[in-house]
């Protein structure tokens, strides 16, 4: 059984807190050849240091290729023996806006922890979307999953994103800048977010089609 009673609308995901690096004491020996021990171990040192501070500025750089964003947040409860077990799920939506998105789901006994899972979760189902030079989708599509079903249609340059709940905000984070979308059916958010990833995995370019029907490519738009 799962309750829905507290609902948590938020936009921004909290990132994780760096670690320090772990300081090394040096000892001096009064031996020969203790110094020059001592100046190689700290070149060493230093050389370790920069390759590490290299290796995290390349990780936050792929990092920051991504967005997230938070759709939905509720606290659920689980029956259990000896009572209810709480929790909390999130929906999060994960883009580069240069046509790959994603929609995860985390649960974890806090907040932070089920935004972590769940956009864990969205890189692991990543889908490509094709992209028009107008930023816009080649073809019509239609997704559906479960009783939600999503009506994606391509718009001319400077209309925007028409579109509204989920549908949205997975539109934005797949860099889709002009598109019309309508919602049909149930208005749940995860069911619509997935309705939604599943239109844009079907689309196929003019190019793709007539390639796989073995045709050229003047016949597809006469």
Do not use: C
Request: aromatic letters at 2%; glycine letters at 18%.
């Amino acid at each position: 059984m799962t309750e829905t009673n507290d609902q948590i609308q938020t936009g921004a995901v909290p990132a994780a807190s760096d670690i320090p690096a772990a300081a090394e004491g040096q000892q001096e020996q009064r031996r020969g050849g203790g110094g020059g021990g001592g100046r190689g171990d700290a070149k060493g040192d230093r050389r370790g240091g920069g390759g590490r501070g290299r290796d995290n500025r390349r990780g936050q750089e792929r990092d920051s290729e991504w967005q997230e964003r938070v759709v939905q947040i509720r606290r659920v409860s689980k029956t259990v023996k000896g009572g209810k077990k709480m929790s909390f799920r999130a929906i999060v939506v994960v883009g580069n806006e240069r046509g790959q998105v994603g929609v995860g789901v985390g649960k974890a006994g806090d907040v932070i922890g089920a935004v972590r899972k769940g956009v864990a979760d969205g890189k692991k189902h990543l889908v490509k979307v094709p992209l028009t030079r107008t930023s816009s989708i080649p073809t019509l599509s239609n997704g559906r999953d479960g009783a939600a079903s999503v009506l994606i249609r391509p718009a001319a340059p400077g209309t925007g994103v028409i579109a509204g709940g989920s549908i949205r905000t997975v539109l934005e984070l797949a860099g889709i800048k002009n598109v019309l979308a309508k919602r049909l059916g149930s208005k749940t958010p995860l069911n619509n977010a997935r309705a939604a990833m599943q239109a844009l995995e079907g689309l196929r370019t003019h190019k793709e089609t007539a390639k796989e029907r073995g045709i050229s490519l003047e016949q597809i738009y006469s």
